[in-house]
Structure formats: structure tokens, C-alpha cells
């Protein structure tokens, strides 16, 4: 069968991307490695248009560095932006991925009971309602083991208290959170069934949220976030 021709350029310049910004998040591509279109073309079979957009996009995330005579260069981990999803991503997927869930859940300890607290203060009637409605939704499917179902719940819970904040800060990371929750369940990080304590305190945050409760929703979230570190602390100590 064959492949339209914008599905074929979109398919090739994802396989490129994904390759490389593997290697280099997994250290196969080392910090001062060059690369160039020629050896890219080569390697992966196409167009110089799929290599230079490729390399852009790369660069655009900090983990490459094109300048002229000198070629491609892989940058340093300092320069990486560490909270594109992708790289986020790549991470969980590579060698790494112990250090990124560590480094993960600590940010979201450091965010998301600030920004319960700040939902209970600031979300509308409707984002208020569609908490508790997550929550129980989540209960509901946690406890049938609808796991995919389950997730998608999850995800737009978490994403829904950092976007009614009201502190565009919170909700930037919106896309981060989705992405690490994601990982741990097609990592296979997370456990067959939802505990039923963090079935319960989900929905405690929901109802403090809903209540306008501040202090209530942020101890909440912190306690469940505290369930999350707990169960990734085996894999930090390896």
C-alpha cells in the first residue's frame, strides 16, 4: 500500500526525531558529538528537507547546536529544554528514566498542592463541578480496573486543577503532568489497580476544591503525591 506523500515526509521526520533525540537523551550521542545532514540522510534514507528540519526542531529543544564550518554539535544537558514533552518523554523511555521519574515527581510535589490551594480560590462553578465529576469517575473506573479509561480521568484532573489556578505558570505545566502520567502507565510504572487510598484522595482534593477549601485541597494533593513518591522510591534506590 502506498503512503501519500505529506504521511510519508511526517512519518520519516518523526522516525528521525525520535531516533536522535533518543540517542542524545540516552547518551549514545554524546555532548560535542557533530552530526551532519550528509551522515543523516545516509542513516535514515531521506530527503535533505526531512535532515535540516529535523536537525531544526532538535535545535529549537536545545539539544543540538548547528553553526556554520562546524557542523551539528549535540549540546550539554544544561541547555536542553527539560520540560518539552518530548524530551520528557525520551527520557522515561531511556537509561535515564529512574533519574527523570525522580526528578518529575519532585516537581510536582513542589507544584500541584500550590495549585489545589489555588484552584479552591480561583476555579469557577463549572471547574469546580467537573472535579468532583472526575473524581468520581475515577473511582468508578479505578475500581472496574478500566485502566486506559482510568488514565485519561487522571490526566484531566490533574490538568484541569493547574489550569484553574489562575496562574498561567501552573497551567503551562499541564502538558508535562500528562506526559509523566502517561509514562508511568506504558512503562508499566504503575499498579494494576488504583489503591484505593488515592481513589479516596483524589477525591478529597476534589471536594476542597469544590468547597473553596484552600488549606484542605493543598494537604490533600500533598498526601497524594506522597503515595506517588513512596511507590517510585524502590526504583530511586537501585
Do not use: Y
Amino acid at each position: 500500500m502506498s503512503v501519500e506523500p505529506e504521511a510519508g515526509v511526517d512519518v520519516l521526520h518523526s522516525a528521525v526525531l525520535d531516533t536522535i533525540g533518543s540517542d542524545i537523551t540516552g547518551g549514545a550521542l554524546a555532548c560535542g558529538d557533530v552530526l551532519t545532514l550528509d551522515r543523516i540522510q545516509e542513516r535514515f534514507g531521506v530527503s535533505r528537507t526531512v535532515a535540516r528540519e529535523s536537525m531544526r526542531v532538535l535545535e529549537s529543544m536545545g539539544l543540538v547546536r548547528s553553526r556554520r564550518r562546524v557542523g551539528i554539535t549535540v549540546q550539554p544537558r544544561s541547555r536542553w529544554n527539560v520540560f518539552d514533552p518530548r524530551v520528557i518523554w525520551w527520557r522515561l523511555s531511556g537509561p535515564g528514566r529512574d533519574e527523570q521519574l525522580r526528578s518529575l515527581t519532585e516537581l510536582r510535589i513542589a507544584v500541584e498542592p500550590l495549585a489545589a490551594a489555588a484552584a479552591a480560590r480561583s476555579a469557577s462553578a463549572e471547574e469546580r463541578a467537573e472535579a468532583v465529576a472526575l473524581a468520581a469517575e475515577m473511582r468508578g473506573l479505578g475500581e472496574e480496573g478500566r485502566l486506559d479509561e482510568f488514565l485519561d480521568r487522571d490526566v484531566a484532573f490533574h490538568t484541569l486543577l493547574l489550569k484553574a489556578s489562575g496562574n498561567e505558570m501552573f497551567g503551562a505545566l499541564s502538558d508535562v503532568v500528562a506526559v509523566v502520567l502517561r509514562g508511568r502507565a506504558q512503562l508499566g510504572l504503575m499498579p494494576h489497580q488504583p489503591v484505593p487510598e488515592a481513589l479516596d484522595l483524589h477525591e478529597q482534593v476534589a471536594v476542597s476544591v469544590a468547597r473553596g477549601s484552600s488549606a484542605a485541597a493543598e494537604a490533600a494533593m500533598t498526601e497524594l503525591l506522597a503515595e506517588v513518591r513512596d511507590a517510585m522510591l524502590p526504583l530511586w534506590r537501585r
